[in-house]
């Protein structure tokens, strides 16, 4: 994990505002913390009809600002709020803006896969250019091509080396990285790589409908040995609960699910709580509310590497050498 950088002083850093939006307070103190830093003051509020306001408290003429917003559950107010708050710091004559944006919402529809869909990713990355926005800087994408889809700087950074050094710190035994279909491979063997090289293993994949999937074999060998199953999101935990199952019927000692946002729409909580798996380890991109929390799941902070990256931004210096 990256360490604390060393900040020149208060004159020099004062050019640098952090605000963060309603949906994960918690995340953007972290990375207050990490920096050295309070979280800049400001108003948001709710008509009675549901529109949203949002007021800056303080001048940030000329400044550095960064708005921590991941756009998750409720997605729609949560990217409204986001887009308000851009606006607002546009207009109060702010040097750059930066959406900070740990989980980006509505990332799944990437492409057209049948006649007449919208590409809502592109879209998304549309109304934050046009709201204001000089940068974006997410984690954990989706898809990587969704960097293109924006017409502004876009840091893509990822929750590996996060994931990587918990598994580490447990020295599991026969370790065999697993991908639960054919689109996520390039991220299991990054992982699989930064594992002292270990295996990779593939399930093949056949969806028939939106978070239904129907597991049809798997390509690599998990006989006896500890699976990690890999994945950027789990959402209502089908396809990774089925990736389970099929590992065990393939005799997989012990099952480990591993992803960076933990989305948990239900019955995910029920999947993932059945006891297929010995413990389910995700990031705090996404914040877990009590009901949704069971004893195999274990939450890591990502408020250290988004604070670092942050920094790196703001001096103008490599983001990718954090991830070699």
Request: glycine share 6%; hydrophobic share 40%; aromatic share 6%.
């Amino acid at each position: 994990m990256p360490t604390k950088p060393t900040l020149p002083s208060l004159e020099d850093n004062s050019r640098l505002k952090l605000f963060s939006g309603s949906s994960n307070p918690a995340l953007s103190r972290e990375v207050a913390r990490y920096l050295g830093m309070d979280l800049g003051p400001m108003v948001r509020k709710q008509f009675a009809d549901g529109e949203l306001y949002v007021q800056i408290q303080e001048s940030i003429r000329g400044c550095d600002v960064y708005l921590i917003q991941p756009t998750c559950r409720p997605v729609n107010d949560h990217l409204m709020e986001l887009l308000i708050m851009i606006d607002a710091c546009r207009r109060a004559s702010a040097r750059q803006i930066t959406a900070v944006i740990p989980y980006y919402g509505y990332a799944r529809a990437d492409r057209k896969t049948a006649g007449r869909e919208s590409i809502t990713a592109k879209l998304v990355a549309n109304l934050i250019t046009k709201a204001g926005a000089n940068r974006v800087l997410a984690m954990d994408l989706h898809s990587s091509q969704i960097q293109g889809y924006f017409d502004i700087p876009c840091d893509h950074i990822y929750g590996a080396p996060v994931l990587v050094d918990y598994l580490a710190s447990k020295h599991l035994s026969d370790l065999v990285v697993v991908s639960p279909d054919v689109g996520g491979v390039a991220r299991a063997r990054a992982i699989a790589k930064r594992l002292n090289d270990a295996p990779l293993a593939i399930i093949d994949k056949r969806r028939q409908a939106h978070n239904v999937a129907e597991v049809m074999n798997l390509i690599g060998d998990v006989d006896g040995k500890t699976a990690v199953l890999v994945d950027d999101m789990i959402d209502t935990g089908g396809t990774i609960s089925e990736g389970a199952r099929l590992l065990r019927a393939q005799g997989a000692r012990q099952v480990y699910a591993c992803a960076t946002h933990a989305v948990f729409s239900p019955p995910a909580v029920e999947r993932l709580s059945s006891g297929v798996f010995e413990e389910v380890i995700v990031t705090n991109t996404i914040p877990v509310p009590p009901d949704r929390q069971f004893s195999q799941l274990t939450t890591l902070t990502i408020a250290n590497l988004l604070g670092e990256t942050i920094w790196r931004i703001h001096e103008e210096s490599s983001v990718s050498s954090m991830f070699r």
